[in-house]
């Protein structure tokens, strides 16, 4: 199979035209077999601008458009992608090497989000609130913010945009997207999907509603520092976040931040282990450890360490590794050498604080350009070292305990926030997790993993993950700005707290 010619017909398929992927600086390859499946062109920080100032204008007459039309729009691109589904799936597989139900599975989570957003076009509510004042009334309006940038990671290539657009489309934004460099191909897939979508509803889309633009960091910079996005959403790293976070504060612009997560899991006593075992299986060896939901820690009590940990090792050494596009395996390949760099210099850190390591070896699949490992489980002495940050790959660092408050402070023990697990039949523990002294994340689960959240909720961390939330819920409100109004139907002009001021 030539991957690089599959590329080019699922692209051809998907609507890409083949100048927009050949020719150009910005090279991609796939981590499957590490070969070139594209060279894009990057747009210079100048063009950035000017696409901005074009976003602006779509913006201003797409926040005339009435909410629930605009959902209309949101609906015809959950049709085109459900159409597009198989193919963009495929790309993502191919891109970023996820197992082929994974790839669906990103898919599926955008298809999921445009109907959530299609309702949620009739739901954009605010509050009548009593007055104080006779006579007059006081009420919330929520209004289109304007031009919303989406920066975003390389492990959810085209989930994330949708999470973003298809809120920011209902609430009346315009949306500039700059895609991870590591995987613009799926990108500019979806824009190509978004531009069926806009010609089928006609007129009332404006051009340049929705923009994509491919480049490095470079670029993403000019999102965060341009006067007129008042909104950036910005998935990634936490090195990221904190270089994002303090630019957007400076000039008073919004910011939604999904950055690292250094997720853990709790075993105790009473936890069915079976079920244990799959959920904690799937949250630290699926996506090849690259999710910023995958599980990198894990305390099990004493009592039951012995029954669990060595059955997990054993999944760990049988567990299939390979590439996603031609085998069955559940492990597909690292994006590319940097992370199996961090990977290695990792292990040899925990092995240095006392740590057991079982995998981690590098899986030759026959491509020098390819990176496929065995997943590590590492057992450690406590919590140190490497433990205490995320290395994105598939470490699972796994430490006894025996005190239930203590395991509590060393679950949030750490600088990240995201998402949480807990194994228990005990209601009291499970209570006491999910309660104010319990998991410090976003997320917090019980006998289910960490990773793998449903697009209902709102999704993100605290800490370091950086507070932002996306998705399900009232996610929404972030997207917009409220006004309070104060109606007066009376004939008088009564001041709040009693104030008296007679000219
Ligand atoms: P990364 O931080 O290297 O890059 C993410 C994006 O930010 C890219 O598009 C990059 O070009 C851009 N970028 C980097 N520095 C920038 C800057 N200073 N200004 C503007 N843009 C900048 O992350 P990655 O390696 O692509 O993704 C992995 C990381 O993302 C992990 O830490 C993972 O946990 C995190 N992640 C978090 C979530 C979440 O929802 N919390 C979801 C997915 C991934």
């Excluded at 049988?318 to 210099?345: C, H, N, R, W, Y």
């Excluded at 605290?462 to 399900?472: D, P």
């Amino acid at each position: 199979m030539n991957v690089t010619s599959e590329t080019a017909a699922l692209l051809e398929r998907l609507g890409v035209a083949k100048a927009d992927f050949s020719g150009g600086d910005l090279i991609v390859r796939s981590p499957v077999t590490g070969e070139q499946i594209g060279a894009l062109t990057s747009i210079s920080p100048a063009e950035a601008g000017k696409a901005i100032e074009r976003a602006d204008k779509a913006f201003k007459a797409w926040r005339n458009v009435p909410a629930p039309k605009r959902g209309e729009l949101v609906r015809l691109l959950g049709e085109e992608l459900r159409a597009a589904k198989t193919d963009l799936g495929r790309l993502v597989s191919i891109e970023v090497g996820k197992i082929p139900s994974e790839g669906l599975g990103e898919v599926q989570e955008m298809i999921d989000i445009c109907d959530f957003a299609v309702g949620l076009s009739r739901q954009l509510y605010g509050l009548t609130i009593a007055t104080e004042r006779p006579g007059h009334r006081m009420m919330e309006t929520w209004h289109p913010l304007g031009v919303v940038g989406v920066i975003s990671a390389f492990n959810f290539p085209v989930a994330v945009w949708s999470w973003n657009a298809a809120l920011a489309f209902v609430c009346g934004n315009a949306v500039v997207w700059k895609p991870s460099e590591k995987t613009p191909l799926t990108a500019l897939a979806c824009d190509a999907i978004f531009k069926r979508a806009a010609a089928r509803f006609g007129a009332d889309a404006p051009e340049n509603l929705s923009q994509v633009l491919i480049g490095d960091r470079a670029v993403g910079e000019v999102l965060v520092d341009h006067p007129k996005v008042p909104l950036v959403s910005a998935t990634g790293s936490t090195r990221m976040g904190r270089d994002v976070g303090p630019r957007l504060a400076k000039r008073f612009a919004r910011a939604i931040l999904e950055l690292g997560g250094n997720n853990a899991g709790i075993v105790c006593p009473t936890a069915n282990l079976d079920m244990a075992l799959r959920a904690i299986a799937f949250g630290a060896m699926g996506t090849a450890g690259q999710r910023c939901t995958t599980m990198r820690r894990l305390f099990v009590h004493d009592s039951v360490y012995d029954a669990l940990v060595p059955r997990l090792k054993k999944a760990y050494e049988s567990v299939s590794v390979g590439s996603p596009l031609e085998t069955s395996a559940l492990v597909g390949p690292l994006i590319d050498k940097a992370a199996f760099d961090g990977m290695q210099k990792a292990l040899k850190e925990a092995a240095g604080h006392g740590g057991k390591v079982t995998g981690g070896t590098r899986v030759d699949n026959g491509h020098d350009g390819a990176f496929y490992v065995k997943p590590a489980l590492v057992e450690m002495p406590g919590q140190v070292g490497p433990v205490l940050e995320e290395t994105f790959a598939p470490i699972l660092y796994v430490m006894k305990y025996s005190d239930f408050d203590a395991v509590l402070d060393a679950h949030n023990a750490v600088g990240a926030g995201l998402s949480s697990s807990i194994f228990t039949l005990d209601l009291q523990e499970a209570e006491r997790f999910l309660s104010v002294e319990g998991s410090d994340c976003g997320i917090a689960n019980v006998n289910i993993g960490t990773s793998g959240a449903e697009i209902g909720g709102a999704f993100g961390g605290e800490k370091e993950t950086g507070g932002g939330r996306e998705s399900g819920s009232d996610a929404w409100r972030a997207y917009m700005r409220r006004a309070t109004n104060t109606v007066n139907y009376s004939k008088a002009l009564p001041l709040a707290q009693g104030v008296s001021f007679d000219i």
